[in-house]
């Protein structure tokens, strides 16, 4: 059993500045700790867009994280973004400079309407091998609206689709995210596609990390729906990131 006080850090949560969360990096560090984590996430939504000195301190505020970190005691941030599928990264240089480099699909950077599940498997491929990225975030989500809701249930390019890129993650050392926010809100049935794809990682010993995706500080290290399903799956607490101090310490 993987117990709630094993888990000592929440691997994706957004505030204010990701503009349509609604708490402050302080006020997610105090829910933090208040619920026994050691360590949060910061990845705000990646934009690249605006003016240059929009873009500016949209980079800057990625590695204030670190700064942060020297006056704080009790939790300490890993800073990140969470970027996005088919966007290219501004200011590259500086941002592989991230440990922590989580990617998900969102629909208003992709033609939706024309994307096949064959062409978003290569952009996952695509943005780990041009940018490093090493997490795939709620690759879950989204699934159902592709090329006119072809995907509206788990058939057989759905399946297709997960077995191929849950091998890619554990052939290339990648995490995939259980995203809390995914199984509570469960658009598109994507809880359905998260029971489907976990035990696939579980069977080749792939890592994952949790993520609350909270954009509220309440919902900060709050995985009562992912504890649930990991236990009820029996996946190996060694295979959690959230319970492996030592492994978090590495992307700070």
């Given at each position: 059993m993987i117990r709630r006080e094993d888990i000592i850090a929440d691997m994706h949560t957004h505030t204010i500045v990701s503009k349509h969360a609604y708490s402050t990096v302080?006020?997610?560090?105090?829910?933090?700790?208040?619920?026994g984590m050691k360590y949060i996430g910061i990845t705000e939504h990646y934009f690249?867009?605006?003016t240059d000195i929009e873009r500016k301190n949209e980079v800057v505020r990625a590695v204030y994280g670190n700064r942060i970190n020297r006056l704080a005691e009790d939790v300490k941030i890993v800073?990140?973004?969470?970027?996005?599928?088919?966007?290219?990264?501004?200011?590259?240089?500086?941002?592989?400079?991230?440990?922590?480099?989580?990617?998900?699909?969102?629909?208003?950077?992709?033609?939706?309407?024309?994307?096949?599940?064959d062409r978003l498997y290569d952009l996952f491929v695509e943005s780990h091998e041009r940018y490093g990225i090493n997490v795939f975030v709620h690759i879950e989500r989204e699934i159902h609206k592709l090329?006119?809701?072809?995907?509206?249930?788990?058939?057989?390019?759905?399946r297709n689709f997960y077995q191929r890129l849950v091998r890619y993650a554990k052939q290339h050392n990648i995490i995939l995210e259980v995203n809390e926010s995914?199984?509570?809100v469960n658009e598109g049935n994507a809880a359905d596609r998260l029971r489907y794809w976990l035990p696939i990682a579980k069977e080749?010993?792939?890592?994952?990390?949790?993520?609350?995706?909270?954009?509220?500080?309440?919902e900060v290290a709050d995985f009562r729906y992912s504890l649930e399903l990991l236990n009820q799956l029996d996946y190996p607490k060694e295979l959690v990131v959230n319970c492996n101090e030592e492994f978090i310490q590495y992307f700070l």
């Open positions: 302080k006020e997610n560090m105090d829910v933090a700790k208040s619920r690249n867009d605006g800073s990140s973004f969470e970027f996005n599928i088919n966007q290219p990264w501004y200011d590259e240089e500086r941002m592989s400079a991230l440990k922590w480099r989580p990617i998900g699909l969102h629909s208003w950077f992709i033609d939706f309407e024309t994307l096949t599940l090329n006119h809701g072809a995907h509206t249930t788990l058939d057989g390019e759905v995914s199984i509570v080749l010993d792939v890592m994952i990390s949790l993520g609350s995706d909270a954009h509220y500080c309440n």
